[in-house]
């Protein structure tokens, strides 16, 4: 598992959803901006606040949650 340090779950920020550094900026943005076709220069314009490992840990979270996770094959 990696170190997801910069991760923050906090009931009291943003409804308990996984944030960057305790910021109300959630991961699933960062997230929905990558799947967009943000690239990072794009984000941390955007976001000022945001640093460039704070992109890379939401995706690696983001991998994680997936991964562990198994889903059933409907047709």
Request: contains cysteine; proline residues 8%; aromatic residues 8%.
């Amino acid at each position: 598992m990696y170190r997801l340090d910069r991760i923050t779950i906090d009931p009291k920020v943003f409804q308990g959803e996984p944030c960057i550094r305790g910021m109300r900026i959630p991961v699933s943005l960062i997230v929905k901006l990558v799947s967009a076709g943000k690239t990072p220069q794009d984000i941390l314009g955007d976001y000022p606040e945001l640093e460039q490992e704070d992109i890379k840990q939401s995706l690696e979270f983001a991998a994680w949650v997936v991964s562990e996770k198994t889903y059933p094959l409907t047709q």
